[in-house]
């Protein structure tokens, strides 16, 4: 690999930090084990391996020859899973206060009453402060702040604790005079402690979803700080001077400064990277119909990408806390290499959610690990190498996870460790296509008419299975599948998305100025903030948009427009587009046509456009087979129910136009991929692994 201008992406992920390096056409990936006292030290560590992969010290290739860096993590993910963030206080409108306890209801969508859970409590009753003040929806001032309370509740959220505050106040979209004047009020009697405006991070009305945002923005900053710092302190040390970049969960870049100030945004940044590089590959490949799904250490995360573009969600629901942020629209459950095989209170067997993680990790690992995972089942099967494992980095003990799986779980059922390995197998694909076909069939695709795209360390050895239980027929695993979603980071563009509530009524000159003035104004925020991250007129792509809803209707639907479209005969041109995108979303006659349409975010995206890899398609030959069989290996084939004699073959050595029938292995060092007996592989001229499933 040439040294000269390496791009460098890090994946943090529950298990392992994955990286990928890329110069041009040549890709170089390396793992590490995730470090959750000190994730930087993954970091650290996964930069060690691909420095000794490509001989020059890390120092060097930080110094000389990196080119971007960029960091996909779980931070935010793993801080509000485990409920461990900022002691954050509230200022609130005077007589609103208990809306953050209310919320939308605390019910569930379950039908067992015994799994109803009350809402989390982020903020505990007292420190939350009620201030004097009052704005009506048009933005009026119905009552002025009262300054002197502010700073004195102020002081006293300061005296309890408060480490972060938010400032929640009603109609700040319409008029955020309010909220700023707090803040500089915080910040003069305050100044160590960090603000959020809750207009600042959500622009849009529903004061419920606006406010949890700006207090989830607080809750998450100071271990997002902590990492910032300290990845950033360890690259500067070691000479990196570029800027350092994040990725987040809209998919796209961010920088250092932003993630600062508005760090609930790298929430799902590992996943939203896989699902940008599934779709640069929907591109690369002409794919309008794509499924993916990534398979690591402690999750499977799906997306559907739609004419060559991730599906964004509004006001997505993060864990139990609904929000005002706009994401990728990836579906999770806990399937992965980590996670825990089990028996239910009933005796069933079960996978996951728990997981073993990278600490202690699976029990063939030897690394103190008590309770059966995934990868244990499939070293007991023959699928990985316990010789080789990640390369040769681990050597794993088979004979502690056969006696883990039949003590755990086996012996209850009058399974041996193999048939217990093979029927978790069986519930880890079926668990997976069953979140496919949701993922797919809810938004009304046919997942058989989809092309499969599958990476993570841990899915190729699922998929072909996965596939033909779905009938999908079309498989593609990258090439470097196991650390993807860092390739996926250095596919994306610096993204800035801008939005604003106008409720606007489609063909109405009520409200048509205020409409106008309010996109320009967006269109002036994001063009500033791509200039100042350094993106000439050149480089950038502005996008305009909106949520739209029929009147009567409670929930938007987003659609794309061009910037002149409203200004065309107030917009008559919107109303037949709307209906058609709607009908294609929902089904034919769906579209409401009694009804008059309200526009009521605009929305204004902006992108800057950055390098890219440079991957360009390579010469295919026949490739004889002999050469590329690195040994056989007795497998249990899940689809047969048996053992037999398996070839392996090198992945190194399967070329562009290489291909095989299964059953086999391809040992990729860093994972595993089979392919059964119903299945066909080719190496393709992008180096990807193209599979072929027949249809039962």
Not at 129 to 137: C, G, K, L, N, Q
Not at 274 to 288: F, I, M, N, P
Not at 367 to 387: L, Y
Not at 587 to 614: F, H, I, Q
Request: negative net charge.
């Amino acid at each position: 690999m040439s040294t000269n201008e390496i791009s460098i992406g890090i994946d943090v992920g529950g298990t392992h930090t994955d990286l990928c390096a890329v110069q041009g056409a040549s890709i170089v990936r390396a793992k590490a084990l995730t470090t959750h006292d000190d994730y930087s030290v993954g970091i650290f560590n996964a930069l060690g391996n691909v420095a000794k992969l490509i001989d020059i010290p890390v120092e060097e290739l930080l110094s000389k020859h990196c080119r971007a860096f960029v960091n996909g993590n779980t931070i935010v993910t793993n801080a509000l899973t485990e409920l461990k963030g900022a002691k954050v206080g509230v200022l609130v409108t005077g007589g609103f206060s208990d809306i953050l306890r209310v919320g939308r209801g605390a019910r569930m969508n379950v039908r067992d009453d015994h799994l109803q859970r009350n809402l989390p409590r982020l903020v505990p009753q007292e420190f939350v402060a009620e201030i004097d003040e009052r704005i009506d929806r048009d933005g009026d001032i119905i009552v002025a702040m009262d300054h002197l309370q502010v700073e004195k509740e102020v002081r006293r959220l300061v005296t309890l604790g408060a480490e972060c505050i938010a400032v929640c106040f009603l109609w700040s979209t319409a008029n955020g005079k309010h909220e700023q004047e707090a803040e500089e009020i915080i910040k003069r009697v305050a100044p160590d402690v960090f603000v959020t405006r809750s207009v600042a991070v959500a622009s849009v009305f529903r004061e419920f979803e606006r406010w949890q945002t700006a207090i989830l923005n607080c809750y998450v900053q100071p271990p997002v700080k902590g990492f910032v710092e300290t990845v950033a302190k360890g690259l500067r040390s070691q000479g990196y001077e570029r800027a350092l970049e994040f990725f987040n969960g809209l998919g796209g870049v961010l920088t250092e400064e932003v993630v600062k100030q508005v760090p609930i945004q790298l929430y799902s940044s590992g996943p939203a990277g896989g699902a940008v590089g599934s779709a640069a590959l929907a591109r690369r490949y002409g794919l309008d119909e794509v499924l993916c799904g990534d398979m690591g250490g402690t999750s499977f995360d799906s997306i559907l990408i739609h004419r060559q573009q991730p599906k964004v969600v509004q006001r997505c629901t993060i864990g139990r806390f609904e929000t005002a942020l706009s994401l990728l629209d990836i579906d999770s459950i806990g399937a992965g290499g980590g996670s825990i095989i089990h028996l239910d209170a009933r005796g069933i067997p079960q996978v996951g959610p728990q997981s073993a993680g990278s600490m202690p990790g699976p029990v063939c690992s030897g690394r103190g690990g008590t309770e059966p995972t995934v990868t244990d089942c499939m070293a007991v099967m023959g699928f990985i190498d316990p010789d080789n494992y990640l390369g040769g980095q681990y050597e794993l003990d088979i004979e502690a996870a056969k006696n883990a799986l039949e003590k755990k779980v086996g012996n209850a059922l009058g399974w041996d460790a193999t048939r217990t390995a093979a029927g978790a197998y069986a519930l880890v694909v079926a668990n997976m296509a069953n979140a496919l076909r949701e993922l797919s069939v809810s938004r009304g695709r046919d997942p058989r008419k989809c092309t499969f795209i599958a990476y993570g360390g841990a899915l190729p050895v699922f998929s072909a299975s996965m596939c033909q239980k779905l009938g999908i027929t079309d498989l593609i695993i990258p090439g470097q599948s196991s650390a993807f979603s860092a390739y996926g980071l250095l596919e994306a563009d610096y993204i800035r998305r801008e939005s604003a509530t106008i409720g606007w009524l489609v063909g109405s000159e009520d409200g048509y100025g205020h409409m106008i003035a309010t996109r320009d104004r967006l269109e002036g925020l994001v063009r500033k903030d791509l200039q100042e991250a350094g993106f000439g007129d050149k480089e950038m792509q502005i996008t305009f948009g909106g949520d739209f809803r029929y009147v009567g209707q409670l929930a938007e639907m987003y659609m794309p427009m061009g910037k002149d479209e409203v200004a065309t005969e107030l917009g008559v041109a919107i109303r037949p587009q709307f209906d058609r995108a709607y009908e294609e979303e929902f089904g034919p006659g769906t579209a409401w046509t009694e009804s008059e349409l309200m526009l009521v975010n605009y929305v204004v995206t902006g992108v800057g456009v950055r390098e890219k890899p440079d991957i360009q398609p390579m010469k295919t030959e026949a490739v004889d087979l002999a050469g590329a069989t690195l040994s056989t290996r007795r497998l249990y084939l899940p689809d047969a129910n048996e053992w037999a004699q398996t070839p392996i073959y090198d992945a190194f050595k399967l070329t562009p136009g290489a291909e095989f029938d299964g059953p086999g292995i391809i040992d990729c060092r860093d994972t595993t991929i089979y392919i059964p007996r119903h299945a066909k592989a080719r190496r393709d001229e992008f180096n990807n692994f193209r599979v072929s499933i027949r249809a039962d």
